[in-house]
């Protein structure tokens, strides 16, 4: 981790330019500066959903305990298979919970149950059906089974003393299981991540109020607040502030105080009302970036202090869609990485383009599309329409993000194009 100023990390990127600065080379300086929250928590394994483990779990027994076996059949010893037809004489019958406790000879089996324990000596299981039966004899059908066929071995899904999850993982239903299988009940956690918001702007109204004229009804907040939800974060919902210089002070100042992160939208732009920059500027280090991007140029990143309290601020463009895609694309990650999340970047798709799109070389762009499966089986994207920055319904109507990256020009119907889905299965 590091402990460099913003100005040490910006010094280092070749050629920087805050008036023209390429999308990667913002989020590697966002990378570069964010410390993550170390504190942990110990929670039920239930509670533990979506958060991010704080150590590595060491597995502290053989999972599974025994050898098992992996069908209803019979158990046996494999060396004794034989080309043809074998016979075996039934001796027992070894349940799931209640193991069979004898010896098994030669020409011997025991019946056995999904998850029970093997017998002593034997190694192979031949489910039921490929079996004859005939009072205590049954009948191997030739070719059935080869030995070590149908049995699970003592520690195969994890042995004692390897680590069995580490830390940085966000834990899925698939980690419950398996730290349940552990018999672990509790867990170790980084502690959630406090992030502060609120939307600025004199247009802005709150819902409940009345859109006079020249007025709109806040959105981002909304947005924001689900987005933030879905990453786990809690949430500090500050509200609107006007933009009036002694209320975005106080308001930076007090979430910077209460929140380990903050984000605004709006304000960042050139617009003559938008004190905020300077605000934001007078409380910390800041970083105020026109990114090479479309939507959502304008961009503020740093760090602001108030009372000793500091807190990394992400000040976000104001247009709907402009927010959306400056927090999918900078500070989802960014907030992970301070949530102490090991996150995978996601995966993109290659697909066909249905229509042709218009593209500029020079600028990463975000077009909100639909993936579909074309008639040939083959996934195909259109675009929703209308791709103003001010057109959340892009937003709601779309799949999917089509990444266009800088040095793309324009796609001709049918050329491939990469997209990120918003949904996944787990
Ligand atoms: P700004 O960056 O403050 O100039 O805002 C750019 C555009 O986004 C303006 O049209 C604003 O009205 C709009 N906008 C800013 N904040 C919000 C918000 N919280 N909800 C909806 N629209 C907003
Ligand atoms: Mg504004």
Avoid at 13 to 29: K, N, R
Avoid at 135 to 154: C, K, M, S, W, Y
Avoid at 197 to 218: A, K, M, N, Q
């Amino acid at each position: 981790m590091t402990n460099r100023s913003l100005s040490d990390i910006v010094s280092c990127v070749t050629g920087y330019d805050p008036e023209a600065l390429p999308v990667e080379q913002a989020q590697h300086i966002i990378r570069e500066f964010l410390k993550p929250v170390e504190a942990l928590e110990k929670v039920a394994i239930r509670s533990a959903l979506g958060r991010v483990l704080a150590q590595d779990m060491v597995s502290p027994i053989n999972v599974p305990a025994h050898d098992n076996s992996a069908m209803d059949g019979y158990a046996f010893r494999g060396a004794e298979l034989q080309p043809g037809e074998n016979a075996f004489r039934v001796i027992g019958t070894s349940y799931a919970g209640q193991a069979f406790d004898g010896t098994v000879a030669a020409g011997e089996c025991v019946q056995i149950m999904t998850g029970a324990m093997m017998p002593a000596g034997c190694d192979t299981v031949v489910p039921q059906e490929f079996v004859k039966t005939d009072g205590e004899r049954i009948t191997i059908l030739p070719g059935a089974v080869q030995p070590g066929d149908n049995r699970r071995l003592q520690g195969e899904d994890l042995s004692a003393g390897k680590v069995a999850l580490k830390r940085g993982a966000i834990l899925r239903p698939a980690h419950l299981g398996l730290l349940a299988s552990l018999g672990i009940a509790e867990v170790p956690v980084r502690r959630k991540l406090r992030v502060a918001f609120f939307s600025t702007g004199d247009e802005l109204r709150s819902l409940g109020e009345p859109l006079d004229e020249g007025s709109v009804y806040d959105s981002n907040r909304y947005t924001i607040h689900g987005m933030l939800t879905r990453l786990g974060c809690d949430i500090i919902d500050m509200g609107v502030v006007r933009d009036d210089p002694a209320l975005l002070e106080a308001a930076l100042r007090s979430a910077c105080e209460n929140a380990d992160a903050v984000i605004t939208s709006g304000g960042v732009s050139v617009g003559a009302a938008d004190y905020t920059k300077q605000i934001m500027a007078r409380l910390g280090e800041m970083n105020f970036w026109k990114i090479g991007m479309r939507p959502g140029r304008p961009m503020a990143f740093g760090r602001i202090s108030s009372n000793g309290k500091s807190a990394f601020l992400f000040g976000l463009p104001g247009n709907p869609v402009a927010v959306m895609v400056t927090f999918y694309f900078f500070a989802r990650e960014a907030l992970l990485q301070m949530m102490g999340a090991d996150a995978a970047p996601l995966p993109m798709a290659r697909v066909k383009s249905l229509s042709p799109i218009r593209k500029k070389a020079g600028r990463t762009e975000y077009q909100r599309g639909i993936v579909s499966r074309g008639t040939d089986g083959d996934l195909q994207v259109s675009l929703t329409g209308s791709q103003g920055s001010g057109i959340l319904r892009s937003m709601t109507d779309a799949n999917c993000i089509v990444v266009l990256p800088d040095e793309r020009g324009n796609v001709a119907s049918g050329d491939s194009v990469d997209v990120m889905m918003f949904e996944g299965l787990v």
